[in-house]
T-cell receptor, first 115, second 115 residues
């Protein structure tokens, strides 16, 4: 079974700083997807970024980018020029491509952006 | 508007009662999911359905039941057998097996409290 580990329960940075959230995962599969979701206080789960394991290029979405290290099974999220609205829980998640396509989540990192 | 609608947003249940959480999507997605989130925790999969009239147990299915009679609907019943049902429940959907770039999208969630 796949597992996802987020080793930072909480992080806090000043507005406009860059912050990196860590995620590691364990799988024997070679093809899969990785995701970062954001959950603000409203509790809505919002997709931040997605990475296909077969792509070597790291995904980017505006201020959000990932560092995908397949051999190390590491998938960190970098937020540049952080904004107050980035304050939220961030969840790393894994999905197999083959078989039942369901998400396995990490425990989350609570990120606070301070003014 | 396209999306996933969950109702009710807040629900209170007396011990020993069954309650049903509604989830409707108009995204024409094949797959639907139910996740449970406890305070400060990640999401855990309860049930999922990849096609109409078929569904599978997730990691914590005991005390829950579902049906998938229509593509757009995937209601979750929390039965009296669920010993600790107080939690936040998230419904989700995705295009389904065989679709490229599979991503799971979430509804706004339902809070269930046992009183």
């Amino acid at each position: 079974a796949q597992t996802v580990t987020q080793s930072q329960p909480e992080m806090s940075v000043q507005e406009a700083e860059t912050v990196t959230l860590s995620c590691t995962y364990d799988t024997s599969e070679s093809n899969y997807y990785l995701f970062w979701y954001k959950q603000p206080p409203s509790r809505q789960m919002i997709l931040v970024i997605r990475q296909e394991a077969y792509k070597q290029q790291n995904a980017t979405e505006n201020r959000f980018s990932v560092n995908f290290q397949k051999a190390a099974k590491s998938f960190s999220l970098k937020i540049s020029d952080s904004q107050l609205g980035d304050t939220a829980m961030y969840f790393c998640a894994f999905m197999n491509i083959q078989g039942a396509q369901k998400l396995v989540f990490g425990q989350g990192t609570r990120l606070t952006i301070n003014p | 508007d396209g999306g996933i609608t969950q109702s009710p947003k807040y629900l209170f249940r007396k011990e020993g009662q069954n309650v049903t959480l509604s989830c409707e999507q108009n995204l024409n997605h094949d797959a639907m999911y139910w996740y449970r989130q406890d305070p400060g925790q990640g999401l855990r999969l309860i049930y999922y359905s990849q096609i109409v009239n078929d569904f599978q147990k997730g990691d914590i299915a005991e005390g829950y039941s579902v049906s998938r009679e229509k593509k757009e609907s995937f209601p979750l019943t929390v039965t009296s057998a669920q010993k600790n049902p107080t939690a936040f429940y998230l419904c989700a959907s995705s295009p389904g097996q065989g679709n490229s770039g599979n991503t799971i999208y979430f509804g706004e969630g339902s809070w269930l409290t046992v009183v």
